[in-house]
């Protein structure tokens, strides 16, 4: 069964801080990752993709990496601030094109 | 640049009546996949089309049907509806790139 899992549930934390968050999947038969994020009520944000065949993705303060063997993603945060607040979510694609969500993980940063 | 449109942004029904929600892909792509999201829940695969055909399908009640058309839009159908199904239900959509791109979601109340 492809199961998508991201530790903490929930994380919060004071502004300026580093942080990381975590994803893991069950099939390494993945196409690709992708990291969104999700304020409430509205629609997903995708922030970084990461192909099977790339180790990590850079955006801004945002770095996600990716080790297909040991079926994991992180996604580095650096220097948050409160408008970080949101849930974030690690979507797999596999290469049945089927795609499966972790459960999320709601960051709270404080002033 | 394009985005997946999603219509209506916000739906309300009253219990046993019938929904349709619309999804219009990016342009050249040619999967099409659905998600619900109740309050407070990780957004759970529905269903999906590749090339109007059908290709998975998730946790989908059997009062629900969906298609793809020939200009790759897809339609959700609900019928008998019940006061659970109130949620946000996404769609979904990729290409050859397998950049998936989201809707911004239409948000269904169900009293």
């Known amino acids: 069964k492809q199961e998508v899992t991201q530790i903490p549930a929930a994380l919060s934390v004071p502004e300026g801080e580093n942080l990381v968050l975590n994803c893991s999947f069950t099939d390494s038969a993945i196409y690709n990752l992708q990291w969104f994020r999700q304020d409430p009520g509205k629609g997903l944000t995708s922030l970084l993709l990461i192909q099977s065949s790339q180790r990590e993705q850079t955006s801004g303060r945002l770095n996600a990496s990716l080790d297909k063997s040991s079926g994991r993603s992180t996604l580095y945060i650096a220097a948050s601030q409160p408008g970080d607040s949101a849930t974030y979510l690690c979507a797999v694609v596999y290469n049945n094109n089927d795609m499966r969500f972790g459960a999320g993980t709601r960051l709270t940063v404080k002033p | 640049a394009a985005g997946v449109i999603q219509s209506p942004r916000h739906l309300i029904k009253e219990k046993r009546e019938t929904a349709t929600l619309k999804c219009y892909p990016i342009p050249r792509h040619d999967t099409v996949y659905w998600y619900q999201q109740g309050p407070g829940q990780d957004p759970q695969f529905l269903i999906s089309?590749?090339?109007?055909?059908?290709?998975d399908k998730g946790s989908i009640p059997d009062r629900f049907s969906a298609q793809q058309f020939s200009d790759y839009h897809s339609e959700l159908n609900m019928s008998s509806l019940e006061l659970g199904d109130s949620a946000l239900y996404f769609c979904a959509s990729t290409g050859e790139d397998y950049g998936y791109t989201f809707g911004s979601g239409t948000r269904l109340t169900v009293v």
């Open positions: 089309f590749y090339e109007k055909m059908q290709s």
